[in-house]
């Protein structure tokens, strides 16, 4: 018998006593029922704030074309080719600069969303470009692109992602084929 336990002494301790259990017993159920219940609110709402975070960021469609026109006007080639088009010379560099030309386009096994691209343009530090000597992309951790933020139009933003968009290729990995291995038994 455990030291806390209680003896009824008559039918009425009795009563009082399982009263009390099972009171007890239900506040716990009734405890673990709620929870249950939080739990399973909760991971409803983690689902469809997934299904709204997978929806991705979006602006208006823009113009591939005025894109172009603001892609040059911006003069990104100072420091950027664009592959797959007539950009990816280096005889539309417009300075020598420091000899760094930062890929934009192409085939590609990471896809460019669109939010990428935006953040890659009015935050160009948030994410510095891969596959280039620190010190010629970099100063003082931050990216060396221009920030566009007080002379760029949003409206030349949408176009100018819409152009850039259409120049990446995405190209899935190769499917990986492994032999058959039996082994002896």
């Not at 960021?57 to 911006?74: A, K, Q, T």
């Not at 290729?169 to 032999?179: L, Q």
């Amino acid at each position: 018998m455990r030291a806390n336990s209680v003896v009824p002494r008559d039918r009425d301790d009795c009563f009082i006593l399982a009263t009390e259990r099972l009171a007890l017993e239900d506040s716990v159920k009734s405890t673990h029922l709620k929870l249950g219940l939080l739990l399973s609110c909760m991971m409803l709402a983690a689902c469809s704030q997934e299904k709204v975070a997978n929806r991705g960021f979006s602006l208006p469609s823009g113009d591939i074309e005025n894109g172009r026109m603001v892609f040059l006007e911006y003069q990104c080639l100072q420091c950027h080719v664009l592959q797959g088009t007539e950009f990816s010379d280096d005889e539309w560099r417009l300075t020598e600069g420091d000899g760094i030309a930062v890929e934009l386009g192409g085939a590609t096994t990471k896809l460019q969303t669109y939010g990428d691209l935006v953040t890659s343009i009015i935050n160009p530090s948030h994410r510095i470009a891969k596959g280039y000597p620190v010190d010629q992309v970099t100063e003082n951790g931050e990216s060396k692109m221009a920030y566009y933020n007080q002379v760029m139009t949003v409206e030349e933003l949408i176009d100018l992602v819409t152009f850039l968009r259409s120049k990446y290729e995405f190209k899935s990995y190769p499917e990986t084929i492994y032999p058959y291995y039996v082994y002896p038994g």
